[in-house]
């Protein structure tokens, strides 16, 4: 979850070549597999686990350990 630029920049070319093969969609841009398969960018969906987990933490429904 914590990567560089280049780590998560790699994470999404596999995501956008898998999104390629299962669909076998070689003609859209990425943003229209995404859109079409119903998932977020990479990014994006750190970015939402991290804020799930601070929403846990701050309603006090989070395990004990964090």
């Given at each position: 979850?914590?990567?560089g630029?280049?780590?998560?920049?790699?994470k999404?070319?596999?995501?956008?070549?898998?999104?390629?093969?299962?669909?076998?969609?070689?003609?859209?841009?990425?943003?229209?597999?995404?859109?079409?398969?119903?998932?977020?960018?990479?990014h994006?969906s750190?970015?939402?686990k991290?804020?799930?987990?601070?929403?846990?933490?701050?309603?006090?429904?989070?395990?004990t350990?964090?």
């Amino acid at each position: 979850m914590f990567c560089g630029r280049n780590a998560l920049k790699s994470k999404e070319n596999i995501q956008e070549r898998a999104l390629r093969l299962s669909y076998h969609d070689y003609v859209s841009t990425y943003d229209e597999l995404l859109k079409k398969s119903g998932f977020d960018k990479v990014h994006h969906s750190h970015i939402k686990k991290v804020a799930l987990e601070m929403f846990k933490v701050m309603n006090n429904i989070s395990p004990t350990i964090i």
